[in-house]
């Protein structure tokens, strides 16, 4: 049993390394290429308009590293629990989370399941009565 828990853990690393790389190649594209083509098309605004355009687009950049950099945090966080050996693990029922549920979000907190059921509580109306 130790041995199929040090190889998940590796797979684990495997899996997050592989999006981390990922998603920080995505940042540099969008911080750097995506900007220089951006002011290149907008080096003088011309009007009104083409000083909105460049604001929208610039907002949505930022938006968008935001949204990369919390990942990348949530990325650490799981690192973390892998140099730890509790990666993997969902946090409220305490059963390991299925690998293939962690390729695709590798810094998953939660089970499938359990995840449902914290999206639905998250989610549900608040009672006025």
Avoid at 34 to 61: R, Y
Avoid at 83 to 100: F, H, L, S, V, Y
Wanted: aromatic share 4%; hydrophobic share 30%.
């Amino acid at each position: 049993m130790p041995d199929q828990d040090t190889s998940r853990q590796a797979r684990l690393r495997n899996i997050l390394r592989e999006e981390k790389q990922r998603l920080w190649s995505e940042l540099r594209d969008e911080l750097f290429r995506n900007q220089e083509k951006l002011n290149s098309q907008f080096d003088i605004p011309q009007d009104i308009g083409d000083m909105s355009m460049l604001d929208v687009l610039s907002d949505t950049g930022i938006a968008l590293a935001d949204i990369m950099r919390e990942r990348l945090t949530r990325m650490e966080e799981a690192e973390k629990k892998i140099n730890a050996g509790t990666a993997g693990i969902c946090e409220d029922c305490g059963e390991e989370i299925d690998e293939d549920r962690l390729r695709v979000s590798p810094y998953a907190i939660r089970c499938v399941d359990c995840q449902e059921k914290h999206e639905v509580s998250s989610f549900r109306p608040k009672s006025t009565i």
